[in-house]
RNA sequence: CGGGGUGUAGCGCAGUCUGGUAGCGCACCAGUUUUGGGUACUGGUGGUCGGAGGUUCGAAUCCUCUCACCCCGACCA
C-alpha cells in the first residue's frame, strides 16, 4: 500500500479526550475516530489488524469443532421476556419499537436468539455436541463508556455456545474452549493469564476471564506466588484465618471524634492501626437493610455479600437510609447496639476482635476497646471482602499478589439455566426429554486490538506482535528528489508485495523526519530506510521496531533477510 | 445517578474576568525552497464561537435553560 493513499490520518497532538496510550495512540496513527461516546470509527489500518485477530479466532474456534454462524443484531422482546432477561438485564440494554410498536433490543448478548435457533431444529442427542460461533458487532449501553476501545458501548465480540447432552460433556466442550482460549491469544503476542471469575449477569457455576497484564487494566486480579491459582478479586476465596481468640479486652469506653468519620481520618485522629477498626457499612440487600462488618482496612466485596445474602442488588445505603438505621450521620455506624437493621454479618476477619474501634451511632462519638461476642453479636460470619496482597492462596496457602489486567476472554459454564428457562430440550438414549448443558464464551476482539497496544508501544508509537500488525513492512524512502533512491524503494517495494508481505510504502514527499514519525507511530514491525549514502555502498537500513539496532543490508540480500525474519 | 471539568477551523489552544462583530500553532491548498529525525518563506481555503432563549444599539464574552464530551465514583462482559 502506499501512503500517498492509505487513509490513515495521522496526528502530531494528542486529542484531549484521550487518555489511556491504546486509544491515544490509536486517534494519532490514524486507526479510529469517534462518533460518539464509546463508539468509534474503524479506519483501515484498524480494520486490517481486527481482520488479522478475527483470522486468528475463526482457525482456532474451527480447530477446535465450532462452527462460524452469524446472528441478528437486532433482536426482538419475546425471547428476552422468555429468558426472564428483559425485566433483569436493565438500561445497559438498549432497548426500541418499530414502526408497529413492536419491543426489540439491540444485542448485547446472544444467549437467546442462539437458543432459540438451536431448539427450533435440534431434537436429539444425536446432534449433540453442538458448538456455535460468530464474529459481530455488540452493543451495550455502559453507564460510562471510557479509554477508547477498552470499554466503548458499540464492540467487536467472538461470541460462541456450546450445546451438550450432560454437565461431564459440557465440561469437555468447555475446557476445549478453555485451551482454544489459550492459543488465540498467545498466537495474538499477549502477556496473559486465566483467572477464575464471577459469572456475573450472564449466570451459571464455572467460570473464566482471560486477563491480558497490563497497569491501567481496569480489573483487579490476584494471582498465588507459589501456585498457579489466579482469580479475579471479586472471585478469590478467603478461608477463614486459624488464630486463638484472645481473652476480654477492657471495658467499652466512647470517645469523642469530631467530624472524623473515614476508617483513614479517625486511625490518624486516635493514633490506631486500621487493623483496629471495624467497619461497619448499611447496605440495601433488594431493600433490606444490613449492617456489614469488616476489618478496617479490608474492603467489602460486594459480589460475595451477594451471594451470601441471596440477594439480587445489593449497594450501598444512602444517607438518609443510614440516618434511619443508626440515629447517627454516616460515618460513625457501629454494631454495638445497633438495632435499625435486619442483621448483622461480619467477615471472617471480624471473628473473635478484642479491643476494636467502631462507630458509636452517635454524630461525631466512636467506642474503643470494643470486643466481638462480649459488645456486640454476630448474626453470621462469612467470606464478605477483596483479597489483598499477602492473604493466603486458598489452593496452597501461598501468599496471593496483586496486578491489574484487562479482561479480553471470558468462558461461563452455563448450565441448564437458558435452556430451562426457553425449553432447549432434546431427546436421549432413552427417548427422554431432557434439557441441553450450554456453555458460553466470549472474546472483545476490538478490545485486543487495544490491550496489545497497551502491552506493546514505546513513546514513538505502537510497537505490534507481528501476527496482528496491520503490515509487516514499513519502505521508507528518505529522499524524493533522488531518483534512485525512489527507483530503490519502489522496486524494493514491488518485489516484497508480489511476494505477498504486506507491505507499506512511504511515497509522500515528505522529510525523512516525518517518514520516520509516522511509520514509528503506525508500528509496522519492520522498517527499511533508503538513502542516497546507502545505496552509494549498496546497502539500506532494517530496523525491528522495538528495537534500537539499525541494520545495513546489502539490496541483493534484502529480500531474502526480510523473509526469513517474517517467517 | 453523585462529584469535577471542557465545548471557539480537522487537531492543540488564546480571546470570556472588563461586551465593540474572531485569532495563533499544526494540518490542508498554491508557489518557491529544502531533502537522513516532523525544512524555511510567501500567499490562501476553512469557524452561524455546542444549541435555544434572554439582556443590550451591539454578545464567543453577561443571564437562563439545554445538549454533547472527558475524568473520578457508583455500576458493569
Known amino acids: 500500500m502506499r501512503m500517498t493513499r492509505l487513509h490513515a490520518p495521522t496526528l502530531k497532538e494528542t486529542p484531549k479526550d484521550a487518555e489511556v496510550v491504546s486509544h491515544q495512540l490509536l486517534v494519532r496513527g490514524g486507526y479510529i475516530r469517534k462518533l460518539a461516546a464509546g463508539i468509534y470509527d474503524f479506519l483501515p489500518l484498524?480494520?486490517?489488524?481486527?481482520?488479522?485477530?478475527?483470522?486468528?479466532?475463526?482457525?482456532?474456534?474451527?480447530?477446535?469443532?465450532?462452527?462460524?454462524?452469524?446472528?441478528?443484531?437486532?433482536q426482538p422482546a419475546e425471547i428476552w421476556q422468555e429468558s426472564g432477561r428483559w425485566s433483569k438485564y436493565?438500561?445497559?440494554?438498549?432497548?426500541?419499537?418499530?414502526?408497529?410498536?413492536g419491543e426489540f433490543c439491540l444485542g448485547p448478548t446472544h444467549e437467546e436468539v442462539i437458543v432459540d435457533l438451536v431448539r427450533r431444529d435440534v431434537r436429539s442427542w444425536r446432534s449433540l455436541p453442538l458448538n456455535l460461533y460468530q464474529i459481530q458487532t455488540k452493543f451495550r449501553d455502559e453507564i460510562r463508556p471510557r479509554a477508547g476501545l477498552m470499554r466503548g458501548r458499540e464492540f467487536i465480540m467472538k461470541d460462541a455456545y456450546s450445546f451438550d447432552v450432560d454437565e461431564a460433556a459440557a465440561n469437555e466442550s468447555y475446557d476445549a474452549m478453555f485451551e482454544a482460549y489459550q492459543r488465540i491469544f498467545r498466537r495474538c503476542g499477549l502477556d496473559f493469564r486465566p483467572v477464575e471469575a464471577d459469572t456475573g449477569a450472564i449466570g451459571g457455576s464455572r467460570s473464566h476471564e482471560f486477563q491480558v497484564l497490563a497497569d491501567s487494566g481496569e480489573d483487579a486480579i490476584v494471582g498465588c506466588t507459589a501456585c498457579d491459582y489466579a482469580a479475579n478479586v471479586?472471585?478469590?476465596e478467603l478461608e477463614p484465618a486459624q488464630r486463638e481468640v484472645a481473652p476480654a479486652g477492657p471495658a467499652l469506653e466512647t470517645v469523642e471524634t469530631p467530624d472524623k468519620r473515614t476508617i483513614a481520618e479517625v486511625s490518624e485522629f486516635l493514633g490506631l492501626d486500621a487493623t483496629r477498626f471495624v467497619k461497619t457499612l448499611i447496605v440495601d440487600a433488594d431493600g433490606t437493610?444490613?449492617?456489614?462488618?469488616?476489618?478496617?482496612?479490608?474492603?467489602?466485596?460486594?459480589?460475595?455479600?451477594?451471594?451470601?445474602?441471596?440477594?439480587?442488588?445489593?449497594?450501598?445505603?444512602?444517607?438518609?437510609?443510614?440516618?434511619?438505621?443508626?440515629?447517627?450521620?454516616?460515618?460513625?455506624?457501629?454494631?454495638?447496639?445497633l438495632k435499625g437493621v435486619e442483621s448483622i454479618i461480619a467477615d471472617h476477619a471480624v471473628r473473635g476482635l478484642r479491643d476494636a474501634v467502631?462507630?458509636?451511632?452517635?454524630?461525631?462519638?466512636?467506642?474503643?476497646?470494643?470486643?466481638?461476642?462480649?459488645?456486640?453479636?454476630?448474626?453470621?460470619?462469612?467470606?464478605?471482602?477483596?483479597?489483598?496482597?499477602g492473604d493466603p492462596c486458598p489452593r496452597c496457602g501461598g501468599a496471593l499478589k496483586g496486578y491489574r489486567g484487562i479482561e479480553v476472554g471470558h468462558v461461563f459454564f452455563l448450565g441448564t439455566k437458558y435452556s430451562e428457562a426457553m425449553r432447549c430440550n432434546y431427546l436421549d438414549e432413552s427417548g427422554r426429554e431432557r434439557p441441553m448443558v450450554m456453555?458460553?464464551?466470549?472474546?472483545?476482539?476490538?478490545?485486543?486490538?487495544?490491550?496489545?497496544?497497551?502491552?506493546n508501544h514505546d513513546d514513538r508509537g505502537i510497537v505490534w506482535p507481528r501476527a496482528i500488525a496491520p503490515y509487516q513492512v514499513a519502505v521508507l524512502p528518505l529522499q524524493m528528489n533522488k531518483t534512485d533512491v525512489v527507483e530503490a524503494a519502489e522496486?524494493?517495494?514491488?518485489?516484497?508485495?508480489?511476494?505477498?508481505i504486506e507491505t507499506l510504502l512511504d511515497d509522500r514527499n515528505e522529510r525523512a523526519g516525518a517518514k520516520f514519525a509516522d511509520a514509528e507511530l503506525i508500528g509496522a514491525p519492520l522498517r527499511i530506510a533508503i538513502g542516497g549514502r546507502g545505496l552509494r555502498e549498496g546497502i539500506v537500513e532494517l530496523k525491528v521496531r522495538g528495537g534500537d539496532a539499525v541494520e545495513k543490508i546489502p539490496l541483493e540480500r534484502l529480500h531474502d533477510e526480510i523473509r526469513s525474519r517474517l517467517a
Not at 57 to 74: F, H, I, K, N, T
Not at 439 to 455: F, H, L, N, P, W
Not at 491 to 500: E, H, K, P, Q, V
Open 439 to 455: 456453555g458460553c464464551y466470549g472474546i472483545g476482539v476490538t478490545r485486543i486490538m487495544a490491550a496489545a497496544i497497551e502491552q
Open 289 to 337: 437493610l444490613h449492617a456489614i462488618l469488616v476489618r478496617g482496612d479490608h474492603d467489602l466485596n460486594e459480589i460475595k455479600l451477594a451471594k451470601v445474602l441471596g440477594a439480587d442488588a445489593v449497594r450501598l445505603a444512602d444517607d438518609a437510609q443510614v440516618v434511619a438505621a443508626t440515629g447517627a450521620p454516616v460515618g460513625f455506624a457501629g454494631p454495638v447496639g
Open 491 to 500: 522496486s524494493i517495494y514491488t518485489r516484497l508485495s508480489d511476494a505477498g
Open 234 to 236: 471479586e472471585q478469590a
Open 46 to 74: 484498524a480494520q486490517r489488524v481486527l481482520h488479522k485477530i478475527s483470522r486468528i479466532v475463526r482457525e482456532e474456534m474451527d480447530r477446535a469443532g465450532a462452527q462460524e454462524v452469524l446472528l441478528p443484531a437486532v
Open 90 to 101: 436493565g438500561p445497559e440494554l438498549l432497548r426500541m419499537n418499530d414502526r408497529k410498536g
Open 358 to 389: 467502631v462507630g458509636a451511632n452517635a454524630a461525631d462519638a466512636h467506642h474503643m476497646h470494643v470486643d466481638e461476642g462480649r459488645d456486640f453479636r454476630v448474626a453470621r460470619f462469612a467470606d464478605l471482602r477483596l483479597a489483598v496482597d
